[in-house]
């Protein structure tokens, strides 16, 4: 971080988060990938790295970053990544961190690892063009003081879905926590449309854009098939969705994911 060609300007964001350990740590073990997938969505093609926060490094990456962004070689710092946002998203991505740092405040240090943030931002890709893609970043390890020290960062293109920007935060929790935070940076969401879905059916919505099909959310929830296909029937209803691929859509372009 003393070098001034690996500066970005998250880690002046970063510095205000009580819960991020501000000193160098080099060597960090590569965190559950496989459970953390499980948590992600990836309506389209994605990547991921691990991000060490102490240093702002990166490791295990997944091999997509170098075909979606037409690079050479794996990026090793942050910076890099950030050099491929459009520079008319930055300011908003900073924003974006910043919200995160007061929602997590505000929902507690102890239970940032149970916590994913999400939100959407243009980045370039292999063909010279700027896409949108959606960024999840989930925390992986803290050290002996509870002060985080790795997260890994996924990025799935959604263009093909929607070139909309919703300008949303979304803190949600992961496992047993089951928080809901979402917050609109740009006052242009559907305000009618975010609030009339109910909790039950915000959580069935994610499920929905991971994947999974109305008997695996039922086994997940703890529901019957058919309570499930009536919430289905619903979120359609509520969103004005004739099918799935409609209801991904307006979910992305109102942050609901």
Not at 128 to 139: M, R, S, T
């Amino acid at each position: 971080m003393e070098d001034a060609e690996k500066k970005h300007p998250l880690i002046e964001v970063w510095n205000t988060y009580p819960g991020v350990r501000q000193s160098g740590k080099k060597n960090l073990s590569i965190p559950p990938i496989e459970r953390i997938i499980g948590e992600m969505f990836a309506i389209g093609e994605y990547y991921y790295y691990v991000l060490n926060l102490t240093n702002s490094t990166l490791s295990h990456h997944h091999e997509n970053i170098l075909k979606l962004h037409g690079l050479k070689k794996y990026p090793e710092n942050l910076k890099e990544v950030i050099d491929l946002t459009h520079p008319d998203d930055i300011e908003f991505v900073m924003k974006a961190e910043q919200t995160v740092i007061q929602k997590m405040v505000e929902i507690g240090l102890k239970h940032q690892l149970y916590t994913k943030a999400s939100y959407c931002f243009r980045m370039k890709t292999a063909s010279g063009k700027y896409e949108l893609f959606h960024h999840q970043a989930i925390p992986t390890m803290e050290d002996e003081h509870g002060q985080l020290v790795q997260s890994i960062n996924i990025h799935t293109n959604i263009n093909h879905i929607t070139k909309e920007n919703p300008h949303t935060v979304l803190v949600s929790g992961i496992g047993h926590r089951k928080d809901f935070h979402q917050v609109n940076l740009d006052c242009k969401v559907d305000d009618e449309l975010l609030e009339s879905l109910t909790k039950r059916e915000n959580e069935i919505l994610s499920l929905i854009a991971k994947g999974y099909s109305g008997p695996e959310i039922a086994k997940i929830l703890i529901l019957s098939e058919h309570t499930v296909r009536t919430h289905r029937k619903n979120i359609l209803r509520k969103t004005k969705s004739r099918n799935s691929k409609e209801l991904l859509k307006k979910a992305f372009e109102n942050g609901l994911i």
